[in-house]
């Protein structure tokens, strides 16, 4: 089966700064690659989704790149915003089965 | 007019217990999942369900019995609950199979 690996586990960063999160998986037919924002007791929600026909998908202050050669993964977002602390989820799913999702990154904007 | 809905938000029961987490989703989709969430956040899939047929079983103990019946509704109900049961449950549902999953708010269930 596919096995996602999500780096880091936690990530600080100051407000204004940029946040990077990249994943690896192994399964080589994964073809949409969904990015889950979770806050403190909250429902993960989508964020932003990419899949393996396109390089990066942007959306306003995040993006995602994909390097299918390599099988990772990253998220992107820039000027961060204390808002934007949160748990991250990479997932990586193949013909529309399941979603495998990486272990979560929690964010912390310093304001 | 919540899109994914699940009921209870917390359930806190004794060890032995048999206890079911209902599910609904009110956006037409045909794919509903469900997820757990152990205490170091990570999320696992247990089941899938494509038009009320079970697309997914992961390993999970035969004591977690998802049952939908109709595409709107996937029930999970758990026999025999262990400690190790303790996690949020999340329920999720697509318009199909991989596309992007909708959350419900999660049940958070503590197995005392």
């Known amino acids: 089966g596919e096995n996602v690996e999500q780096h880091p586990s936690t990530l600080s960063v100051q407000e204004g700064d940029s946040a990077v999160i990249k994943c690896t998986y192994s399964d080589s037919a994964s073809n949409y690659f969904p990015w889950y924002k979770q806050e403190l007791g909250k429902r993960p929600q989508l964020i932003i989704d990419i899949r393996s026909n396109v390089g990066e998908k942007k959306d306003q202050r995040i993006a995602v790149t994909l390097n299918k050669t390599a099988k990772h993964f990253s998220l992107h977002i820039t000027e961060t915003q204390p808002e934007d602390s949160a748990v991250y989820f990479c997932a990586a799913s193949y013909n529309f089965n399941k979603f495998y999702f990486g272990s979560g990154t929690k964010l912390n904007v310093k304001p | 007019d919540t899109a994914v809905s699940q009921t209870p938000k917390y359930l806190v029961t004794q060890m032995g217990n048999d206890k079911s987490i209902k599910c609904e989703q009110n956006?037409?989709?045909?794919?509903m999942y469900w997820y757990k969430q152990d205490s170091k956040k990570f999320l696992k899939i247990m089941f899938s369900y494509n038009n009320k047929e079970l697309i997914i079983n992961e390993t999970v103990p035969n004591r977690f019995s998802p049952k939908s019946p109709d595409k709107a509704h996937l029930n999970l109900h758990i026999n025999s609950l262990e400690l190790g049961d303790s996690a949020v449950y999340f329920c999720?549902?697509?318009?199909?199979?991989?596309?992007?999953?909708?959350f419900g708010q999660g049940t958070r269930l503590t197995v005392v």
């Open positions: 956006l037409g989709h045909d794919t």
């Open positions: 999720a549902s697509s318009p199909a199979l991989g596309t992007e999953a909708f």
